[in-house]
């Protein structure tokens, strides 16, 4: 075999085991009655939420899904939770036992702080990170946090501290 056609030879033995590992995956997939309930129960109950009210750095056009997809991403990026943001409700108890919590309260300095490090990266992804050639990773959240609320000081190795022309061999 020449060695022009191995990484097409590679691709296409790479495409066909895919190809046959989800035909596979599809034919032993546990299928469900006719007119009845999927297989392996009923599926999750979809949860909708409520349109956002309150919206001040986000488009106010977003909806409630969106929003909280958005919340996701955030919190994970913080390591954080929705309560580090929004307070409570005590007048607005949920099934639990527990107060809900109230979105659109901006009495917490968390959230304040929120809206203020997203028009930050905003404007750092449009009048910076856009301006750079070849730039096709934004800032975000996580570039800063990695999953803590509060990022981690960058501590220079002590073998780098004077670059490569200092070091000692």
Excluded at 41 to 54: F, K, L, V, Y
Excluded at 95 to 102: C, D, K, S
Aim: charged share 20%.
């Amino acid at each position: 075999m020449k060695r022009t056609s191995l990484p097409l030879f590679t691709a296409a033995t790479a495409m066909l085991t895919a190809v046959l590992l989800a035909a596979t995956t599809v034919a032993q997939a546990p299928q469900s009655a006719p007119g009845g309930p999927p297989a392996g129960g009923p599926p999750p109950p979809q949860h909708s939420m409520p349109a956002p009210t309150n919206l001040k750095v986000l488009p106010k056009n977003l909806t409630g899904d969106q929003v909280h997809e958005l919340m996701e991403k955030w919190a994970a990026s913080l390591g954080t939770h929705c309560n580090t943001c929004h307070a409570a409700d005590p007048k607005n108890i949920g099934p639990n036992g527990r107060p809900r919590l109230n979105f659109a309260d901006d009495s917490k300095e968390e959230k304040l702080t929120a809206r203020l490090m997203f028009k930050m990266t905003e404007d750092i992804n449009a009048n910076y990170v856009s301006k750079v050639p070849n730039s096709d990773e934004p800032v975000t959240c996580g570039t800063c946090h990695r999953g803590h609320l509060a990022p981690e000081p960058f501590v220079i190795p002590k073998e780098d501290e004077h670059g490569p022309e200092h070091q000692h061999n």
